[in-house]
């Protein structure tokens, strides 16, 4: 069978992160504190970086770096240090917007991984041959392209390809907008977005309105339904977008396309899409709703289909599900009486549409649920009830939307609370009469340990150590990073030890297992070569903060035809394309 597609999954946060792991994610992509495309996400400092690639890299998961921002001349000598260090910890990839960025990576860190990200605008083959000469390994393509396109480019080239499934969507073209920098003085591809098209607009012939509203404000897309198309296709990796969402959004949504990822594999759907295609359960459709969506989920430009569809025109924020009407309301309460479509809980958090275009909607958390003059903490679909606190004018028949489920939310950090995400080992355990018990562990990359135990073992008296027990104590793996899959014992027949020397055998092969696949994807810069460091980065008015050494650099625009450059006592000569007939 093919290799497995990739799962990738957005980490914002530390516990986004955690998340994204113990929901099945085989890669997460976060930043740092510099040069990535989420300024505002609360992002990751090198504390935490080096802890989540450690939690990462034992539990089978790859850590993806955004630096993903154009950059200035004055910031390449510290991206590129920055990148450096982030590499010897073991960041397994670095998505790149920047080509100056990028070309200086691969000159001083030639062992690098580059992802080409969605900012480049890469929607062809040409754009890929292109690029493909500075070392990229991944493409993540422009969510503009159909499925067609996707699955032709896939199949003309031997770079990964990386597609956007789940998430929002830009209504400019993948990495061209500047509206945000035109409007707000904030520039998306400085990671500052301002998000413009979530803001109201009006639209204006001859002088008169015609139209109003979040014009150019799109819907979330949802590719759930079409992801053995993707993987038939060719695709390497399908990504989340969200790394300014919740961790229990990256939960619900990680753990939702796992599912549906590990249903097409079972049933072997990935050499046929059609057999492959899958029923999404209503359950997760209004899982994924509830998580977050802007009137619903768009097919984007999956299909090849655009239009009015793909527009959230009401409201540009989280709609959450349809919960019922308004029958009335008692001010003095602040109470409102809603007749019920769904299910309402306590704690759930609700949204009131006045009908008003612009106009804040009435909403919060809710406190009190009363049905037929009784509390409850549960109310069902076709139930009326009066619910607590809304505050705000609220209208008869006016639309009522749940935005928040306090049992989902709960549910989805039960996933992340406790680390139990493994990665499997083989074990080899040893016991004979006249040495010392061993335990050899091997994990998939080849990193071993071994622990030997401090008591010679004994023939039992009364009690014999059966296998059956040995096997039990061994697999206790407790809160390390593995589980055992297969292991081998070679034991005398009625030798014993104490259970406790048998746990504290299989507690030290453990953590030094685990110390060596941390250790394993260390990575060691020995030829980061600082006078090509310092030659790369020196640009004419470029603040040279670590090199006090001047440096002189002169521009042509026109020379005679036998210039004898390498007679000149400068550094750098720059030349004009095209001047002097070149």
Request: charged share 25%; glycine share 10%.
């Amino acid at each position: 069978m093919a290799k497995k597609i990739e799962l990738l999954a957005p980490a914002g946060t530390y516990d986004a992160f955690l998340a994204a792991i113990e929901n099945g994610a085989d890669a997460v992509y976060l930043g740092g504190k510099l040069l990535n495309a989420r300024a505002f996400a609360g992002n990751f400092d090198e504390e935490q970086l080096e802890r989540a690639l450690d939690y990462a890299h034992t539990r089978d998961t790859s850590i993806f770096l955004t630096m993903n921002t154009l950059v200035l001349d004055s910031e390449m000598q510290e991206a590129v240090e920055y990148a450096a260090k982030a590499y010897e910890m073991g960041v397994d990839a670095f998505i790149v917007q920047d080509v100056g960025l990028a070309a200086n990576l691969k000159k001083l860190i030639p062992g690098i991984t580059l992802h080409a990200s969605t900012q480049m605008t890469i929607y062809s083959t040409e754009g890929i041959k292109a690029i493909e000469p500075l070392g990229f390994d991944r493409i993540v393509l422009a969510r503009e392209l159909n499925l067609e396109e996707v699955k032709s480019i896939c199949g003309q080239t031997s770079l990964e390809i990386e597609v956007f499934v789940h998430g929002a969507l830009c209504i400019c073209v993948s990495g061209q907008c500047y509206m945000s920098s035109m409007i707000g003085g904030r520039s998306g591809n400085r990671g500052k977005c301002a998000q413009p098209c979530r803001m109201p607009y009006s639209i204006k012939r001859d002088g008169n309105d015609i139209g109003s509203g979040y014009l150019i404000s799109p819907k979330d897309i949802c590719y759930i339904d079409h992801l053995a198309e993707l993987v038939a296709g060719g695709v390497t990796s399908l990504k989340i977008e969200g790394r300014m969402k919740s961790p229990e959004y990256v939960a619900s949504v990680v753990g939702t396309y796992r599912k549906y990822l590990d249903l097409i594999y079972e049933t072997k759907g990935i050499s046929d899409s059609k057999k492959g295609i899958h029923k999404v359960s209503q359950e997760d459709r209004h899982k994924l709703l509830q998580s977050f969506n802007r009137g619903g989920f768009s097919k984007g430009y999956l299909l090849g289909k655009t239009g009015p569809e793909m527009m959230a025109y009401e409201k540009p924020k989280n709609w959450g599900t349809p919960l019922g009407s308004v029958v009335t309301q008692d001010k003095s309460t602040n109470s409102v009486l809603i007749k019920l479509e769904n299910t309402l809980g306590m704690g759930d958090g609700i949204e009131i549409w006045s009908g008003s275009k612009f106009q804040e909607s009435p909403g919060g958390i809710i406190t009190k649920i009363v049905k037929d003059k009784k509390l409850v903490r549960k109310a069902h679909k076709g139930d009326t009830v009066w619910v607590s606190v809304i505050k705000g004018n609220v209208g008869k028949g006016s639309r009522v939307y749940k935005t928040s489920d306090k049992e989902m939310l709960e549910q989805a950090a039960a996933t992340y609370s406790k680390g139990s995400r493994k990665s499997p080992i083989k074990a080899n355990f040893t016991m004979k009469y006249g040495q010392v018990p061993v335990l050899n562990l091997q994990d998939a990359y080849g990193n071993t340990a071994s622990a030997a135990g401090e008591q010679f073992p004994q023939k039992a008296v009364n009690k014999p150590l059966t296998k059956e027990r040995i096997l039990e104590q061994l697999k206790k793996m407790g809160t390390t990073p593995f589980y055992i899959m297969d292991i081998n014992l070679d034991i005398d027949e009625d030798a014993v030890i104490p259970i406790s020397e048998l746990n504290n055998i299989r507690r030290s092969a453990a953590e030094q297992l685990e110390q060596k696949r941390i250790l394993s994807f260390k990575k060691e810069l020995t030829n980061f070569d600082k006078s090509t460091l310092n030659s790369i980065l020196y640009f004419p008015g470029n603040v040279q903060k670590k090199n006090k050494d001047k440096k002189i650099s002169a521009i042509f625009y026109d020379y005679p035809d036998k210039m004898g450059f390498g007679d000149l006592d400068i550094d750098r000569v720059y030349l004009l394309y095209g001047n002097n007939g070149k």
